[in-house]
């Protein structure tokens, strides 16, 4: 392995140092620092208001930090002279509201920014948006517009449009939160494939059961700050802090 | 002269309709033709101050209000009226075609642009925030996710606007625009009858009557439940 392999692996993927961000007068970030390792599925666990949402929306600048440093192989996210369109096509984010594009089909959902933002041609974005769909398992539902799709299949759409720019992490913002139940689990699969491909993913959701056998690693937030983190079992099973034990007792009901 | 003869005289008489007929279809070629480019133009340039206000440059965007409000509140006629009879004392020769074309233009123009601009501020948040998420730029963004959607939403309103306006083609007829009204009173007043006017009612009606109808049509065609 050559010494710049060696350096690129010890750059984590995603790097977040002292974000701030106030809405008004509400801080609602007070100062997160999270670094998110190659390959590595981290969960944000928090109530609601705790900012996770918001420190997501940061990563991509969707919400624009009042400081702080955020980096992305060790590139920078935030600061002037970011080239953001560039950066951003190397985040990938998912929403809670799916957010597809009502007046194209899956497919076209898919080849937007590849065309558009990559250059690529019509074929082979059509191919690639192809490959994306057939990996969330929508190959046969390419040419169906959003509104002729269930919410879990509109939000696997939206992953594959998330997937198919090749992003080198994915943002995931409530994914299942705005879906029937029974729904959940087919988004929660395709999740669990894109991490077995090797996908660093930073999650905010709710999904406890789903966190524990799946994320590397869980970080409980509130107030705008992170409490503490560590592996699934150790968060769900002996949390440090009391704000923690609550917060999981309140929505586990043990 | 029974009272039902008189009628038919003075509404449908075969004579005057078959003597003035092909100058009423001459006025239907000035109308037509008119409400083509009145159209073209008025919607296009509605969609362009649309698009100019939505990229937020502070005093763009109050101009552009200011003339949206502006040519909404002030009957039409005026305007043909000022500028038809204003310009000439600046010094500013016009034909009455051209004077027409432009304020009937003007108008749609700001009518479209309101509607468009509404049309841009009711899409969803989250569809520019996807787009920006994937790399797009704002612009890209609003050509390609947010503008489609506003045009689709405004397809009803717009269809509606550009019948009412290039029905007020008719108001050509005070600064003398040959149109069919014009063709039409001037007949009328020729013949002393009315047929004409009724014949020109008839080929509004089946010049705007198919546009409804299209109108309602799209109206159908572009609605699209919400994702």
Partial sequence: MTADVEAAQATPSLEVRGLHKSFGTVEVLKGVDLTVAHREMVFVLGPSGSGKSTMLRCCNRLEEPDSGLILLEGDPVTGKGVNLNAIRQRIGMVFQAFNLYPHLNARKNVTLALRKVRGMSRDEADARAMEALTRVGLADKSENHPSELSGGQQQRVAIARALALEPQVMLFDEPTSALDPELVGDVLAVMREVKAAGMTMLVVSHEMKFAREAADRVIFMDQGRIVEQGPPERIFGAPEHDRTRAFLSRVTGD | ?227
């Fill in chain 2, 1 to 227: 002269m029974t009272q039902w003869e008189r009628f038919l005289d003075t509404f449908f008489n075969a004579a005057v309709l078959a003597k003035y007929t092909p100058a009423i279809l001459q006025g239907v070629w000035v109308t037509v033709w008119l409400s083509v480019l009145i159209v073209l133009a008025g919607i296009g340039l509605g969609v362009a101050l649309a698009v100019i206000r939505s990229f937020g440059w502070r005093l763009a965007s109050f101009a552009i209000v200011v003339f949206a409000d502006v040519m909404r509140a002030v009957p039409p006629l005026v305007l043909i009226l000022i500028v038809f009879f204003g310009l000439p004392n600046a010094g500013i020769f016009l034909s009455s075609f051209f004077v027409l074309f432009v304020v009937l233009a003007l108008v749609l123009a700001a009518f479209a642009e309101e509607i468009v601009w509404a049309g841009i501020t009711s899409v969803d948040k989250g569809q520019w925030e996807a787009a920006r998420s994937t790399g797009l730029g704002f612009g890209q963004s609003l050509a390609f996710v947010v503008l489609p959607q506003a045009l689709r939403m405004g397809i009803p309103p717009l269809t509606n606007r550009a019948i009412a306006i290039t029905k007020m083609t008719a108001l050509g007829t005070v600064i003398g625009v040959p149109d069919i009204l014009n063709q039409a009173t001037t007949a009328q007043s020729f013949s002393g009858n009315a047929s004409p006017l009724m014949l020109a009612a008839v080929v509004y009606v089946a010049l705007f009557l198919p546009l409804v109808i299209l109108s309602r049509w799209l109206e159908n065609r572009f609605a699209w439940r919400k994702a």
